[in-house]
């Protein structure tokens, strides 16, 4: 049996929201709010925390109003319209409509959780020294990385092919 494109679309991004939220349940369920757990000794971290804000805390201090237009009704319109565009744009590369559809996936997962929580869980850290460090995020944040990453390498790649 085929997959028609857009199965293929909803499919990963049904993924990529299942993932994310398997990973917050149990670790609501079985990490201490709080509490640091080294994975990797101190350069893999788990820390389950209540982030209230947008990447990184930004925003946690606006007031109820700002917040729900931009933490919710902002990303919501944005997200429908980037689903709309990769379900409706034949055109795109694969590589382009995975990585859209991982963004979507992830975006949605988050949204969800501010809808239901009022706010999202991140759990895992990583500390590389002074080479690498972030702050604590979630399944989801690594979709949305993971289809920027993504779609910046596909953009390199056409710019490159069409210079030379």
């Known amino acids: 049996m085929k ?3 857009t199965l ?15 990973s917050k ?6 990490v201490t709010p709080y509490k640091t757990t080294e994975l990797i000794g101190d ?12 990447f990184l805390s930004l925003g946690s201090n606006l007031n109820p109003t700002l917040k729900s237009i931009f933490l919710l009704a902002l990303p919501i319109l944005v997200l429908g319209y980037v689903t709309y565009y ?14 859209f559809a991982c963004i979507i996936g992830g975006g949605i997962a988050n949204v969800y959780d501010r809808i239901v ?42 710019k490159k092919a069409t210079t030379t």
Do not use: C, P, W
Request: net charge neutral; charged share 15%; aromatic share 10%.
């Open 3 to 5: 997959f028609s494109r």
């Open 8 to 22: 293929s679309i909803i499919s990963i991004i049904v993924v990529n929201i299942a993932l994310d939220q398997i």
């Open 25 to 30: 349940v149990l670790v609501r369920q079985y």
């Open 43 to 54: 350069k893999f971290i788990l820390t389950n925390v209540e982030n209230t804000g947008a």
């Open 86 to 99: 990769i379900l409706s744009n034949t055109a795109l590369d694969k590589l382009s409509t995975f990585a």
């Open 117 to 158: 929580y009022g706010s999202v869980t991140d759990f895992l850290h990583i500390d590389l020294g002074g080479i690498f460090k972030t702050g604590v995020f979630n399944v989801a944040d690594m979709s949305v990385m993971l289809g920027m990453g993504l779609l910046l390498y596909t953009n390199f790649k056409s």
